[in-house]
């Protein structure tokens, strides 16, 4: 039996068996070859095109009987790159020249492929370079060897084992065949670990040695609510956990007799508390919770795991469904925040040396915006069917926040020459999660109907720390001095203008931090569903000038470790 430390990334315990998942990326050694294995090699590389062909055939066949001809039909291109002479030829060429492993070559000529494509000014041929990708992939993998695996077509419940899980693979995954997962790297407000908590799957994260310590098949207990990881358990540490799972479950029941009461506090002050979702259907999770609103729709996620994007009728059925659901409560969607770690394969965003810095979320919807468009005609329309507003992530300044509503009325002028109805006082707020967005709030504060405040990554970009690193978790304070000054700066100059201010990063959630939050003048709480009936009773068992003193107080002290032991102290005081 060994025990592994990591960050808990989703809380929640799990027992079950490993499976370990190899990276996607290959790591592909350059080795260089006799002429005498050249023919060797050769037939290595026609066998593992006939393999893939074989494969994507078969793959063809169970996709046309499940969804049809048309869906079936998008392997045709895949079939067509596996045909193509030129690029098979210059595999053999260069295999004969160089003289240097296939599967070496093979990647290099796909690479230059995929860069010759990417740049070309054509829609068609650019949507090429996902094919290509893929079917690259395919080959490599049979090249090496290697099974491929799809995590949502795992059959029995396994606890996936990896070194790394991008969002886009956790949503693919299902609480039906997944009882958990471990990673060697990552951070607790990374979006896999957040997807992880959406769907409810314990999850442990930045394991420095998983993949290494555990082997497929070996029995692992995950406590993702502690961060850590028993490999191989004896019956006695077994039955602990057991038992420990089930007083788990007791303490999110305990609080659930809150459902159906007001978020108030003893002297009578009203706080919104609304939840975070990734996907519709999450809206019933919501609801039995007791949560009274939507304050963070994450709508990125309807664009990851397929192909294309979204048309804008799919758009306006999910957001209808959303709105319906929780009328009258509001619901808050929050427009495409793409990039940093959430990839979406049909944009072929370039290669970036820091995504968190680069393009993305309104930085790239500002320089696309038709494809922004889509995305704002769908949320007007949709705004008839109940309470919605819509806020944009990223805002870095005034000026973004006016362009973007500059695209915003011309989405609304197309609809009104149509005579489609929307909601014409749709609120739009922007999200503070840049620093300069949040020195700057009273400027902001003349312009947005309110604030969302994204903590995750307001504290990554203010402490400088990459919130998906495990080598400097450490450092992500959400009690650093710096991040409740600029939180208080924020509240303040939203008062000030007579807007209201929420917080929707994982900060909102930590019952200790909340205590802060609330006596800084937080109005709006929003969290994953799973807390909410927790931070109602925390908040029903207090008052409002009780947390102004510890606010208070929490401003005074000069490290954050000094911050957080005190607002522990405070918090098991009132749960006393
Ligand atoms: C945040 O940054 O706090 C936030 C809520 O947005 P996301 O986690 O999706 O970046
Ligand atoms: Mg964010």
């Known amino acids: 039996m060994i025990e592994l430390k990591g960050i808990a990334a989703a809380a929640g315990i799990s027992v079950g068996v490993a499976y370990k998942v190899d990276k996607e990326e290959f790591i592909i050694s350059r080795q260089d070859i006799s002429e005498a294995q050249i023919p060797l090699e050769i037939q290595l590389f026609e066998d593992a095109l006939i ?15 499940k969804m049809g ?4 039909q998008i392997f045709d291109a895949h079939l067509l790159v596996l045909e193509d002479r030129m690029l098979i030829e210059e595999v053999i060429s260069r295999l004969k020249k160089d003289k240097l492993n296939v599967a070496f070559i093979f990647q290099e000529v796909l690479k230059k492929y995929v860069s010759i494509f990417a740049k070309i000014e054509d829609e068609y041929l650019k949507e090429r370079v996902a094919d290509i990708n893929d079917v690259g992939k395919r080959v490599l993998r049979n090249l090496l060897g290697k099974e491929k695996n799809s995590l949502s077509e795992l059959k029995n419940k396994v606890v996936i084992v990896a070194h790394d899980l991008s969002p886009s693979d956790t949503a693919a995954m299902h609480k039906k065949s997944v009882a958990a997962f471990v990673t060697d790297i990552g951070g607790k407000t990374s979006h896999t670990a957040i997807m992880a908590k959406s769907l409810e799957i314990p999850a442990v994260v930045g394991v420095e040695d998983a993949t290494n310590s555990i082997n497929t098949g070996d029995m692992l207990i995950v406590d993702g609510t502690l961060g850590v990881v028993v490999v191989n358990p004896d019956q006695k540490t077994l039955k602990s956990y ?6 788990l479950k007791g303490v999110t029941e305990k609080f659930l007799f809150t459902k159906g009461l007001p978020a108030i506090t003893i002297d009578g002050v009203k706080i919104e508390i609304n939840a975070n979702i990734e996907f519709p259907d999450e ?95 769908a949320i007007l329309k949709a705004s008839v069917h109940g309470n919605l507003k819509l806020m944009y992530p990223m805002i870095s300044g005034i000026e973004e926040l006016r362009q973007a509503n500059k695209i915003l009325n011309e989405a609304k002028e197309e609809l009104r020459v149509k005579g489609i109805l929307f909601d014409e006082d749709i609120q739009v707020g922007a999200m503070i999660e840049v620093p300069s967005a949040a020195m700057t709030a009273d400027i902001l504060a003349e312009e947005a109907d309110f604030f969302s405040i994204g903590s995750n990554d307001l504290i990554q970009y203010s402490l400088a720390v990459d919130r998906a690193n495990e080598k400097v978790a450490y450092l992500y304070e959400p009690s650093h001095p710096a991040i409740l000054r600029l939180i208080k700066n924020v509240i303040d100059s939203a ?47 207090m008052t409002l000038a009780q947390a102004k003193e510890i606010a208070e107080a929490a401003l005074r002290f000069s490290t954050g470790k000094e911050v957080e032991e005190y607002a522990q102290a405070k918090l098991r005081e009132i749960l006393k």
């Open 51 to 65: 393999k893939t062909r074989r494969e994507i055939i078969e793959l063809q066949k169970k996709i046309g009987l």
């Open 69 to 72: 001809k048309a869906e079936a």
């Open 242 to 247: 057991y038992s420990e799972e089930q007083k």
């Open 283 to 377: 809206v019933s999770a919501v609801k039995l919770h007791g949560g009274e609103g939507i304050g963070l729709y994450r709508t990125e996620f309807f664009y990851m795991n397929r192909k294309d994007s979204p048309t804008e009728d799919e758009h306006y059925r999910a957001y209808k469904y959303v709105a319906e659901e929780m009328n009258p409560w509001p619901v808050i969607i929050r427009t495409l925040d793409l990039g940093g770690d959430k990839f979406l394969s049909q944009f072929q965003i370039p290669y970036e040396m820091q995504p968190f810095l680069g393009w993305r979320a309104i930085r790239f919807c500002l320089a696309r915006p038709e494809i922004f468009k889509v995305q704002l005609r």
């Open 495 to 541: 008062h000030k203008a007579n807007i209201n201010v929420g917080m929707c990063g994982e900060m909102a959630g930590e019952p200790s931090f909340a205590l802060i939050l609330l006596g800084l003048g937080l109005d709006e709480f929003s969290i994953p569903p799973q807390i909410i009936p927790e931070l109602k009773y925390l908040i029903r068992s």
